[in-house]
């Protein structure tokens, strides 16, 4: 049973930006917490962002600070991640993930995960 749908992924190149929508359950989007998570080709995955369930913290690596900004919109349960300034190395697969409690960098700790959506930034 799907219960995070990720899209707006696509091609961009060096210096542009993209926005990523998670689609999560009522249950899930109101009770979690959630964040991104991306993997390069031959790379393990890494933790991107995450938000409470609040909104009231969020968390962000330190490769993508000051560029990412992920939101979250209650009327429709989705958590966006707004990329800007994307860069060649930013290319990966984006996963939304949701774990319970509270906030952890730890990929094993998150146990909801969605399909993914590709991102590719060229030069």
């Known amino acids: 049973q799907v219960q995070l749908v990720e899209s707006g992924g696509g091609l961009v190149q060096a210096g542009g930006s993209l926005r990523l929508s998670c689609a999560a359950s009522r249950r899930t989007f109101s009770y979690y917490v959630i964040g991104w998570f991306r993997q390069a080709p031959g790379k393990e995955r890494e933790f991107v962002a995450a938000s409470s369930w609040s909104s009231s913290s969020t968390y962000y690596a330190d490769s993508v600070k000051g560029r990412f900004a992920i939101s979250r919109d209650s009327a429709k349960s989705t958590v966006e991640l707004q990329m800007n300034s994307l860069k060649p190395d930013d290319t990966a697969v984006y996963y939304c993930?949701?774990?319970?409690?509270?906030?952890?960098?730890?990929?094993?700790?998150?146990?909801?995960w969605g399909q993914g959506t590709r991102v590719t930034v060229s030069s």
């Open positions: 993930a949701a774990k319970q409690n509270y906030y952890s960098d730890n990929v094993e700790r998150w146990t909801i």
